[in-house]
């Protein structure tokens, strides 16, 4: 509730702004029209006339959604932010590696290949996130941050793949 508080201030914020614009905006176009001052008459619509949103019939099957480009691209957009916060949680864990090399080494090249030539050698490692200096926290809450941005575009991406691309109310319109 709060969040919505919040947007419709944010919004009443920016009339004042946007009026203003509202009334130059003309002048500007009369002057790169080399138009009279005050000769252009631009009528405001209200917001309602402008942005409609289409009505979605019902028995629209869901499987056109299941197929359409925006909305597969919003679903993998959101699958990579969840696997960037395992992503960023596996920093908290030690890393252990193990590595290995081999070769030959002796003196003379005749006795190369050898038994007493071979050398090798294996040896583990352990590395101990202990002191990152907070690194490790910044990039847990950067990727829980992202995901919830996409968590909440994800509705918009729906009714643009709805309305857009996907042209699932034409689809419905022609087949109605």
């Known amino acids: 509730m709060k969040?919505?508080?919040v947007l419709v201030a944010e919004a009443a914020g920016t009339i004042p702004d946007l009026a203003r614009t509202r009334a130059v905006e003309p002048h500007r176009l009369e002057v790169l029209n080399g138009?009279?001052?005050?000769?252009?008459?631009?009528?405001?619509?209200?917001?309602r006339a402008v942005v409609v949103q289409p009505d979605i019939p019902v028995g629209l099957p869901s499987q056109l959604l299941e197929r359409c480009?925006?909305?597969l691209q919003a679903e993998a957009t959101l699958m990579a932010s969840n696997a960037r916060i395992g992503q960023a949680r596996a920093y908290f864990f030690p890393t252990l590696?193990?590595?290995g090399q081999g070769g030959l080494q002796s003196v003379e090249f005749s006795n190369w290949f050898t038994g007493n030539s071979s050398n090798y050698s294996i040896g583990p490692s352990i590395t101990l996130p202990i002191f990152q200096g907070g690194t490790n926290l910044a990039r847990l809450d950067s990727a829980e941050s992202r995901h919830v941005q996409m968590l909440e575009s994800l509705p918009a991406d729906y009714?643009?793949?709805?309305?857009?691309?996907?042209?699932?109310?034409?689809?419905?319109?022609r087949k109605g």
Not at 38 to 45: A, I, M, T, V
Not at 159 to 173: H, M, N, P, Q
């Open 3 to 5: 969040r919505t508080e």
């Open 35 to 47: 138009m009279s001052p005050g000769s252009l008459d631009l009528h405001g619509k209200p917001l």
């Open 69 to 71: 480009q925006d909305i």
């Open 97 to 99: 590696s193990i590595t």
């Open 159 to 173: 009714f643009t793949g709805i309305s857009g691309s996907c042209g699932l109310v034409d689809f419905a319109e």
